[in-house]
């Protein structure tokens, strides 16, 4: 059954937005009185029948609502953005499929992007939650300095992960049922000063493996290593 998502719904009824009712009537042409699912990204699954279907507007009556029950733990990322945006699109695409709840896009000394276009991004994320089955939708948060995030970040768990052959295996750094933030850096690795203030804000160093993994994929494996600690 299609899946859609609105955040906003009411106890008994609701309507899809402009850009979800377009995809709803005219896409996939659904009519008066079709059931639909729909998301509303807090981790609610309703079932509607429509009742009104207009190419800018589709009303529906809410039939049966549930709520999927919050994980034990909480993964939060936080990455530098890559110069090339498929590669973060394809990224926020596979974490919102593999339930990672919140990731923050930090500016350190050689990331290659300044910029970010949230809007897109998070219309990926929404595909991908539906696509997935996933009703809890993904937290994008805007691009700050890798100061201000440090200054700011609280959880009982807390890895960065870049090059050096010398640190332990992020396996041997994590625990189940434990919130974790992942810091992971640009394709340049982050530099030495920003290593050192993580340290001291109380990141754990862990190493992703042998290999020299690129930014998009280091954020991937970190997340995907959390969630098989976890059994989820």
Known sequence: MTIFYQNKIQKDSGTL??????????VLRHEKGDEIVIFDGKGGKHRAILTEVTKKSCEFDIIESKHAPQKSFHIHLAISPTKNADRMEWLIEKLSEIGVDEVTFVLTKHSERKKLRLERLQKKAIS???QSGNPFLLQLNELQPLSTFLENCNSELKLIAHVDESHQYISDSL???KSIVLLIGPE??????EVKKALERGFNAVSLGQNTLRTETAGLV?????????NY
């Open 17 to 26: 937005s402009e850009e979800e009712s377009k995809h709803c009537a005219q």
């Open 128 to 130: 991908a939650m539906k």
């Open 175 to 177: 625990h189940p049922n």
């Open 188 to 193: 340049g690795d982050f530099h030495s000063e």
């Open 222 to 230: 970190a997340c995907c290593a959390v969630n098989l600690i976890n």
